[in-house]
């Protein structure tokens, strides 16, 4: 599953995926996304499942100006 996951992100365009190995077999096991070619069809079948959303509880970029953050320190 983790290389799938891997070889997903690369066909998305993310070059350098946090993979989170924490003992040197986790890094062997993810090398081997590298052997991984999905196809458009792959990728499809992946994405299927997913609904966007809202963004909820987070920011990506500076709030309308009068917007008060709750938790802002003053």
């Given at each position: 599953?983790?290389?799938i ?10 070059l ?8 040197t ?9 590298f ?26 970029k ?13």
């Amino acid at each position: 599953m983790s290389q799938i996951a891997i070889a997903w992100q690369w066909a998305k365009g993310i070059l350098s995926p946090i993979i989170g190995a924490t003992k040197t077999q986790y890094l062997d096991d993810s090398a081997g996304a590298f052997d991984i070619k999905l196809t458009a069809e792959d990728l499809a079948y992946l994405e299927e499942p997913y609904v966007p959303h809202e963004i909820v509880g987070a920011i990506d970029k500076n709030p309308a100006q009068g917007v008060i953050l709750l938790d802002e320190k003053k």
